[in-house]
């Protein structure tokens, strides 16, 4: 049971708009910053959002992250067959002391 | 170039004690803020933090496995050792170290390390 919850699967059609959203707690999403991960099977995980909303060096714009309260959202523009990954969110987490994440989201296009 | 590197047992016996080293390029340990991370991935599941070691030596661990792991670092060796303790099948998983920049993420990962704990 993963600190972070996100949905365990998303899908679109390619040139569409898809958000992933990542639900927390006081002791993390709350009081600190929202970060995004994507991961290929069978590849590392790779940064792609942090702070919030800032993108990792060569993460096309396509890609933009926010924060509201204690949840975090990705959102995925112009979606494209290459954008099928799983996607994890993370967190610090007061409480832990520790970095958490969340369970991992499957997007599929379709 | 920033790279990490994880070696250590692909396959361990059931209540064995785990060694894992993290070796590390392009940066140092020593630098201010910086720290390094171990994260771990069960086959098909979710990515699970275990612990972090800072330049300053501070060390953070997991709560549900504080009992179990040890981290270290050499600062002149470039390198990171996390130990794990009594292993058994469920800490079957890619071992990932990464590097924790000073903003929060995990910029910078290693390839993996896939350790099965069978009999």
């Known amino acids: 049971q993963s600190v972070l919850t996100q949905p365990p699967s998303a899908s679109g059609t390619p040139g569409q708009r898809v958000t992933i959203s990542c639900s927390g707690s006081n002791s993390n999403i709350g009081s600190t910053f929202v970060y995004w991960y994507q991961q290929f099977p069978g590849t590392t995980p790779k940064l792609l959002i942090y702070k919030n909303d800032q993108l990792a060096s060569g993460v096309p714009d396509r890609f933009s992250g926010s924060k509201s309260g204690t949840s975090g959202s990705l959102a995925i523009s112009g979606l494209r067959s290459e954008d099928e990954a799983n996607y994890y969110c993370a967190a610090w987490d007061d409480s832990l002391s520790g970095p958490v994440f969340g369970g991992g989201t499957k997007l599929t296009v379709l | 170039q920033i790279t990490l590197k994880e070696s250590g047992p692909a396959l361990v016996k059931p209540t064995e004690t785990l060694t894992l080293t993290c070796t590390i390029s392009g940066f140092s340990l020593s630098t201010s803020g910086v720290g390094v991370g171990w994260i771990r991935q069960p086959p098909g599941k979710a990515l699970e933090w275990l612990t972090l070691i800072y330049w300053d030596d501070d060390k953070r661990y997991s709560p549900s496995l504080k009992s179990r792991l040890t981290v270290t670092k050499d600062t002149s060796k470039k390198q990171v050792v996390l130990t794990m303790i009594n292993m058994d099948p469920v800490d079957t998983a890619t071992y990932y170290c990464?590097?924790?920049?000073?903003?929060?993420?995990?910029?910078?990962w290693g390839q993996g390390t896939l350790v099965t704990v069978s009999s």
């Open positions: 990464a590097l924790f920049d000073p903003s929060g993420s995990f910029d910078y």
